[in-house]
């Protein structure tokens, strides 16, 4: 079942899995049907989203007063419908490791390529239908080089200080839920609260 | 398209949808997949969840000192097989507008009964695959009755102080996108950076 980094959940809370149908394959979605075993013994369906998971990337670039802004896009949306506010993200390809992802997404979308990266967390954004997780990370250290967007692919770059983006958080402005938990990092780590360790990472080419 | 709420997105980056197909209709999960123009003029497909909207709670047990615990919840979620710890939420029903919806799912799923809501902000948790909104919103004023819960939720229900929550934010115990994003909220409207408009709203009985 793929779930071998899952801890062992308490016997009154978890559940296990039975058999899987497979629901739909299409060019981006793909959702199974699981029938588990409750913890009452008795059976339900459980219908989700298999996801390869993703990467986001909080890009900073460093000024000369030591104020740090962030890089961000304006993307069209199509299940909402609107256009979002969103950090740099995208899907693990087949075997990739998330920093490599990190950065081939990075300069797919933004054109920037960055030296120094740093881990911060995971967020899982859809546990209900989804088992999709979001390997979330910081970058410095940035250059511009040309982007790649995928032919589909429409969006803007834009950089902001992080004290705007916060507000724009409060607002209402950004509603995406990763751009928002990459918020709650962002401004902790500014804050020292939460520090990060940054690596030294090579430009990886395609 | 039901997007009324969908503010005009600029013409470059705007998608139009042309047609939709069915997918799937399951137990839990509504997919479909629309043909869209792209803004180069080629046609694409979006595949996503059609998802009814959803309401987060961040119910707060204001103590005798001032200070607040939050209630929160441990559940297995199958998707990522793995217990949570979350914000109880869950599903607007047909017709319902969202604090009826709080109301409904605190108690349902902890007994406890607020009489002062607010309400934080919205967030899409899923904006590459699902039209998804969850409402957040704070209650206090709580009383514990009986909780109801279904027939298939198994969840256990504890409070916390919301340095641990924030502790548990950091080093990676949480990982669900809806709770860091009430975190964001939380640790903002604590430090008076963030604040809420109150409500007095009488019980809704079942």
């Known amino acids: 079942m793929n779930k071998t980094t899952a801890p062992k959940a308490p016997d009154h809370l978890r559940e296990d899995a039975l058999d899987r149908k497979e629901i739909f ?20 369906y459980r219908e989700y989203v298999l996801h390869p998971g993703a990467v986001m990337i909080v890009p900073l670039i460093m000024q000369s007063d030591g104020a740090a802004l962030v890089v ?74 040309t982007r790649q967007l995928d032919d589909e692919e429409f969006l803007d770059v834009f950089t902001a200080h992080p004290d705007e983006v916060m507000d724009w958080c409060k607002s209402g402005l950004i509603t995406d839920g990763k751009t928002l938990t990459a918020c709650l990092w962002l401004n902790q780590w500014l804050k020292g609260e939460w520090p990060l360790e940054w690596m030294a990472v090579g430009p990886s080419r395609p």
Request: net charge negative; hydrophobic share 35%.
């Open 72 to 145: 961000m896009e304006r993307q069209y949306r199509h299940p909402v419908g609107q256009v979002m506010l969103e950090f740099p993200a995208g899907k693990l390809d087949p075997g990739e490791d998330p920093v490599s992802c990190g950065q081939r997404e990075l300069r797919e979308e933004t054109g920037y390529v960055a030296n120094e990266w740093a881990i911060a967390g995971q967020l899982h954004p859809c546990i209900g239908y989804s088992n999709e997780v979001i390997h979330v990370h910081f970058a410095q250290g940035l250059q511009a080089e």
């Open 25 to 44: 394959k299409g060019h981006l979605l793909h959702v199974v049907q699981d029938r588990v075993r409750l913890p009452n013994a008795r059976e339900a």
